[in-house]
């Protein structure tokens, strides 16, 4: 589209991008302007994502064990993970239970936002 066939009043994306960088000198070059997720320092042990069928009726479960938080925190990131993937799941006793085998996953996951973790 050349600046001939624009409509009155709108701008494109390069305008809008070329204002915002103006206006944000203090921004490096090709830095995301987004805040990173901070990492969290309190979990210091390394989890083990492994796979379960005990209990469950033949059902497979991923279990994510070795949580070194309160039970708060692990609901919340449980409840984060469960969202990303796109699966159901439950937060109980220090352990976060996946439905299915999502090991790969959830392990993706993990070491994404910053944790050690390994597959069993």
Same mark, same amino acid.
């Given at each position: 589209m050349s600046g001939k066939d624009k409509k009155p009043g709108t #701008?494109?994306? @390069?305008?809008?991008? @070329?204002n915002f960088l103006a206006a944000n000198p203090d921004l490096p070059e090709g830095e995301d $302007? #987004?805040? *990173?997720? $901070? +990492?969290?320092?309190?979990?210091?042990? =390394?989890?083990d994502v492994m796979l379960d069928?005990?209990?469950r009726k033949g059902k497979t479960a991923t279990i994510v064990a070795g949580w070194e938080l309160p039970d708060e925190e692990? +609901?919340? &990131? *449980?409840s984060q993970m469960k969202r990303r993937l796109? &699966?159901?799941?439950? *937060? =109980?006793?220090?352990e976060i239970l996946l439905q299915g085998d999502v090991r790969a996953q959830a392990l993706d996951w993990l070491k994404a %936002?910053?944790? %050690?973790a390994r597959q069993i």
């Open positions: #701008t494109s994306w @390069q305008d809008s991008l @070329q $302007p #987004t805040p *990173a997720e $901070p +990492e969290n320092p309190s979990q210091k042990g =390394r989890l069928k005990k209990g692990v +609901e919340e &990131i *449980a796109g &699966i159901g799941g439950s *937060a =109980r006793g220090g %936002k910053g944790y %050690k």
